[in-house]
């Protein structure tokens, strides 16, 4: 899991990020980042009731992606909002997820 200074605290910092940001695309994933100044990254991973009814199922996608990001090295002063679409990154392989994300984030670096 993410250390808690990098993670987002409250719906302000989001609506912050989406008014002032950009957006990357991938298949079943979408990143929105954008800059700030003089603080450390924060990251949130957003999945909405849409792609999977179950708050189980939510959370465990969720948690890979948080665990796949804690494993990358991300620069400071910048926030990411990772997005997700599909209901098949539940079940999706952890080697094909990681690549997903990641070729996201190397899109922004």
């Known amino acids: 899991m993410l250390n808690r200074r990098h993670r987002f605290h409250g719906y302000g ?12 695309r991938g298949q079943y994933l979408s990143l929105r980042y954008g800059q700030r100044k003089n603080r450390p990254y924060r990251v949130a991973v957003v999945v909405a009731k849409k792609v999977n009814k179950s708050a189980v199922k939510r959370n465990r996608i969720r948690r890979r992606i948080y665990e796949i990001v804690r494993q990358y090295n991300l620069k400071d002063e910048i926030d990411y909002i990772i997005t997700v679409y599909g209901d098949q990154v539940a079940e999706m ?15 922004v670096h």
């Open 13 to 24: 910092s989001l609506k912050r990020v989406y008014a002032n940001s950009t957006s990357v």
């Open 93 to 107: 392989p952890a080697d094909e997820l990681k690549n997903q994300v990641e070729s996201l984030l190397a899109k």
